[in-house]
T-cell receptor, first 113, second 112 residues
Framework: DTAVSQTPKYLVTQMGNDKSIKCEQN?????MYWYKQDSKKFLKIMFSYNNKELIINETVPNRFSPKSPDKAHLNLHINSLELGDSAVYFC????????????FGEGSWLTVV | GNSVTQMEGPVTLSEEAFLTINCTYTATGYPSLFWYVQYPGEGLQLLLKATKADDKGSNKGFEATYRKETTSFHLEKGSVQVSDSAVYFC???????????WGLGTSLAVNP
């Protein structure tokens, strides 16, 4: 049983298109995240939700819009895709707390052509 | 502000060699410290953690000790295997906005 699952795993799309990545966690956690990892493996947090409330919203173009319909789901919608959006996007979840572990999904490889 | 600095890679070792990946941090208060590992084609997973000074985290033969006096959390393994080839991330949580602060990652390649 996958703890944090995200779909699709691979996504190739043209510039200007709109795409969504879906994420679900079955761990009962109250906090979910979206991270972006570039080709140099640099990891950058984009958004975080706690109990469906947005608590972290880093400097991200407003073409990126997260949506959390409930505690177990956090989706990411991207409008007007650009070449620079090509990256791996990771969904993750945790229980709020200093020492708590973050559990990551397997990633969604987005390539914009 | 809070920050994590880890040694740059890539690191290339032969099987059974000793591994050290340095990690130092800057933080207010008493952060929790973590090492995460990312195997090729996968998401990150927790390798070990420590929540207070002098705590030692350990897992899969890896160890790291929370040293407040040197603000360090160096990762060590006595004898690496090819299967340890991965990217290793040091991270801290100081409680600010519930955000984990990540190092840049250190790529490790172990040759047979």
């Amino acid at each position: 049983d996958t703890a944090v699952s995200q779909t699709p795993k691979y996504l190739v799309t043209q510039m200007g298109n709109d795409k969504s990545i879906k994420c679900e966690q079955n761990l009962g956690h109250d906090t979910m995240y979206w991270y972006k990892q570039d080709s140099k493996k640099f990891l950058k947090i984009m958004f975080s939700y706690n109990n469906k409330e947005l608590i972290i919203n880093e400097t991200v173009p407003n073409r990126f819009s997260p949506k959390s319909p409930d505690k177990a789901h956090l989706n990411l919608h991207i409008n007007s895709l650009e070449l620079g959006d090509s990256a791996v996007y990771f969904c993750a979840s945790s229980q709020a707390g200093l020492a708590n572990t973050i559990y990551f999904g397997e990633g969604s490889w987005l390539t914009v052509v | 502000g809070n920050s994590v600095t880890q040694m740059e890679g890539p690191v290339t070792l032969s099987e059974e060699a000793f591994l050290t990946i340095n990690c130092t941090y800057t933080a207010t208060g008493y952060p929790s410290l973590f090492w995460y590992v990312q195997y090729p084609g996968e998401g990150l997973q927790l390798l070990l953690k420590a929540t207070k000074a002098d705590d030692k985290g350990s897992n899969k033969g890896f160890e790291a000790t929370y040293r407040k006096e040197t603000t360090s959390f160096h990762l060590e393994k006595g004898s690496v295997q090819v299967s340890d080839s991965a990217v290793y991330f040091c991270a801290l949580n100081a409680g600010n906005n519930r955000k984990l602060i990540w190092g840049l990652g250190t790529s490790l390649a172990v040759n047979p």
